[in-house]
């Protein structure tokens, strides 16, 4: 057991696996030599060479074709696409070939590929290096979408997507890889995709979020519990797709109260999926309103830090998000 980054926790379960499967591989825009643009694959071609570890042409819709395409030839391929905002190009593939393979096929052809991307907003990146794009692919059965926000749980989750025979969306927050830690044990583990994962208890209002919103939630959760004596219960729904609409009920029932976090723009974001489970199957628990609370209804994250602080869901936003439900 040792304390890692997010980073180095994906990086440890890509190393792992290419050493245990040699159907997997790696592909992608500088994910060679230069170890990709946040560092995630360094120090993976000079140990696996570059026939397992391929530098792709800039061309997304390439490399998501050749990791289908290697997919159903039994190979288990790890498309990484540099930033979330560059995966347009490439979701004719991933919606209308990957996601629909299995069916079409009638279970004759399987895709089992995962595509890693960093989103989110957080390092001044601008309009196209801080999208969240998660609710354009929740809505497209036949993917599965992943959103870690432990060490643990992306080292474990991307396991368990590499293994997975479908393909399998894994973003990544990058404002957290280097300032997210916690401890990683050695070794080979799983962790299943599915399951939410209940971070923090608490009774008096269950707060849902992902990714870096996840780790916002906890910090925030703590602050209300020091400062007043809020117990806020912090559900991480690090799997988006296929929904766990009974983890998601399970704390809803305990505590009657729901404060939704996300990035992404307000308007139909994922977190409107959340409320419209606890309206729909929770409604007899409610105790208060479902709020969401996300980024405003503009093209994308600003690059200015300020404005971009403005833009996003802070620690301190949420804690006073909880406060105002937590008077119901």
């Known amino acids: 057991m040792a304390t890692k980054t997010l980073i180095e926790a994906i990086r440890e379960a890509m190393d792992e696996e290419l050493e245990n499967d040699p159907r997997v591989f790696i592909t992608g825009e500088d994910v060679g030599p230069r170890g990709g643009v946040f560092r995630a694959t360094m120090g993976l071609i000079e140990k696996h060479g570059p026939e397992r570890v391929v530098d792709s042409p800039l061309a997304e819709l390439s490399i998501i074709a050749i990791g289908i395409g290697a997919a159903m030839a039994d190979l288990r391929p790890i498309c990484e696409i540099q930033f979330a905002d560059f995966i347009h190009p490439a979701m004719n593939q991933i919606m209308n070939e990957a996601a629909k393979m299995y069916y079409r096929s009638n279970g004759t052809w399987t895709v089992p590929m995962t595509i890693r991307a960093p989103y989110g907003g957080g390092i001044s990146g601008g309009l196209y290096h801080s999208q969240s794009l998660e609710a354009l692919f929740a809505h497209c059965p036949g993917l599965k979408i992943v959103i870690p926000s432990t060490p643990y ?7 368990s997507a590499i293994r997975d025979p479908n393909p399998v969306l894994f973003f990544e927050a990058k404002k957290g890889y280097r300032a997210i830690k916690g401890e990683v044990p050695d070794g080979d583990y799983t962790v299943p995709i599915g399951p939410v994962n209940v971070r923090r208890a608490g009774d008096d209002v269950t707060i849902y979020a992902y990714g870096m919103m996840a780790h916002y939630a906890v910090e925030a959760a703590n602050m209300v519990a020091e400062q007043d004596g809020i117990a806020a219960e912090v559900v991480d729904v690090r799997t988006i797709l296929p929904v766990d609409r009974e983890g998601i ?45 996300a980024g405003p209804d503009v093209p994308s994250v600003p690059y200015s830090h300020p404005v971009q602080e403005a833009f996003m869901p802070s620690p301190k936003k949420i804690a006073d998000a909880i406060r105002e439900i937590a008077e119901y």
């Open 249 to 293: 009920l399970e704390s809803f029932k305990k505590t009657g109260k729901a404060l939704i976090i996300y990035e992404d723009n307000l308007t139909m974001g994922y977190g409107a999926e959340v409320a419209a489970i606890l309206s729909d199957e929770g409604f007899e628990y409610m105790d208060g309103p479902i709020r969401r609370l």
């Open 153 to 159: 749980d992306a080292k474990g989750l991307l396991k």
